[in-house]
């Protein structure tokens, strides 16, 4: 059954392959992903390492000046994706949008080369690919904390990478629509609109692109003019864990001055992360930064928290939230907690599980030695592929497959849990 599951995960991944980078899925998502690369190349890694470092140097090679890595890199038109290049307007050689998404390259990368098997040339890639990594983090630090507070936040849903999720729904309704251009979405033309965002949602989606776009993409700027500033507790532990293992291979590398910047930002962000915990929710949340309040939702990023170093009792305590969750879902971890009017089974980021969410979930509890909380989400997570084949995501309650088919990091993780079980 392993061997049968793992052939098929490649096959996907290999029919997602366009030679120096994958997509996500051919039709929905036709161009490379941020964080979709960074969590394919572990996948890939175990059968191809050659290939792995290639996907995550690809999209390094569309970096901006500033720093920045871009969400997506559209290296070759496709009419079949809505927002594309011409929407976003950010004058890159190769064109791309002009925001981000998890900061997970610095995990990704301690991955590849603490497994590989030609060491001398990981070594030659890890080197090359460090300062690139390192500029990322210091942008984020620079251009998203402006006030230095140790946590970054993100100017639009589309950056968390958790595109519709309820922590969103206020936070947005401050977003106008009035000025958005007229535009057809592409995405329901491939997945069932009942999966996939709502139009009011869409509309502010673009209406932030349109300010951005007005803004020259001036990131020096677009923080304080976006009416959506939102810190993540889930995207600032991606980017304190990536920090964390930067530092520990610019230690391994001689790189001090990279390692000790990045290990200044670890402490405050650790500390920092403490203002987003909930005594009531039992969670962290995420605070709404342009009122000040912490966001009443209880979704999948307070619970993400766990892959950065927090403290054991916030480990213990979320740990016990994931027993609770599975008494209210079959297949864990649903992106929304089951018993909050809000939650969509099927709709995206409203209730569904996701694969890779569950990955570093149970990484960050592993790290703690919390291996039974984490034993349960990896053997939910493969009866949801045994059951429902490699979708986008699953409805936690059904196991139902929703969203996109084929899907590339989805089968990137099997082959990484089925690895890590065969241990
Ligand atoms: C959706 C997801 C995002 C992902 C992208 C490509 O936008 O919300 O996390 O990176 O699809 O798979």
Not at 73 to 100: L, M, N, R
Not at 371 to 395: H, N, P
Request: charged content about 25%; aromatic content about 12%.
């Amino acid at each position: 059954m392993a061997e049968a599951l793992f052939e098929r995960a490649k096959e996907i991944i290999g029919k997602n392959d366009l030679g120096t980078y994958t997509v996500p899925t051919h039709g929905l998502y036709p161009f490379q992903w941020n964080w979709d690369s960074c969590l394919t190349a572990i996948g890939l890694a175990h059968y191809d390492e050659e290939r792995a470092w290639t996907e995550i140097e690809t999209l390094f090679a569309h970096q901006w000046d500033d720093g920045m890595v871009p969400h997506i890199v559209f290296h070759k038109e496709d009419e079949g994706y809505f927002p594309g290049p011409d929407v976003w307007a950010t004058g890159q050689p190769i064109p791309t949008s002009g925001i981000t998404q998890p900061p997970v390259a610095g995990f990704a990368v301690r991955r590849l080369y603490e497994r590989a098997r030609d060491p001398a040339r990981a070594l030659v890639r890890l080197r090359a690919l460090l300062p690139k990594i390192h500029a990322w983090h210091e942008w984020f630090y620079r251009c998203r904390d402006p006030q230095a507070t140790g946590l970054v936040a993100v100017i639009h849903p589309w950056e968390t990478g958790r595109d519709n999720s309820i922590d969103w729904d206020e936070a947005f309704d401050r977003v106008p629509t009035e000025g958005v251009l007229p535009f057809t979405r592409r995405d329901t033309q491939h997945a069932n609109p009942d999966h996939r965002p709502t139009q009011a949602q869409y509309e502010r989606y673009i209406w932030l692109i349109q300010l951005f776009r007005s803004l020259n993409w001036d990131n020096s700027q677009l923080h304080d003019n976006s009416p959506f500033r939102v810190v993540d507790p889930g995207f600032n532990a991606i980017l304190l864990r990536s920090c964390a293992d930067l530092a520990a291979l610019a230690e391994e590398v001689g790189e001090t001055e990279i390692a000790s910047a990045a290990r200044a930002r670890i402490a405050t962000g650790i500390d920092a992360l403490e203002t987003l915990w909930s005594e009531e929710f039992g969670q962290y949340l995420c605070l709404d930064r342009v009122t000040g309040d912490l966001i009443e939702s209880a979704s999948v990023a307070g619970l993400l928290a766990v892959f950065a170093d927090i403290p054991d009792s916030r480990c213990r305590a979320v740990a016990g939230r994931i027993a609770w969750l599975k008494e209210h879902a079959a297949y864990l971890v649903p992106s929304h907690d089951p018993t909050d009017p809000r939650f969509d089974g099927a709709r995206y980021w409203r209730g569904p599980s996701w694969l890779i969410v569950n990955y570093m979930i149970a990484d960050g509890l592993r790290q703690k030695g919390l291996d039974r909380t984490a034993d349960k989400i990896v053997q939910d997570s493969i009866s949801l592929i045994e059951q429902s084949g490699f979708a986008e995501y699953y409805d936690p309650i059904s196991g139902a497959p929703c969203g996109g088919t084929s899907f590339t990091w989805t089968a990137a993780m099997v082959i990484e849990f089925l690895a890590l079980e065969s241990r």
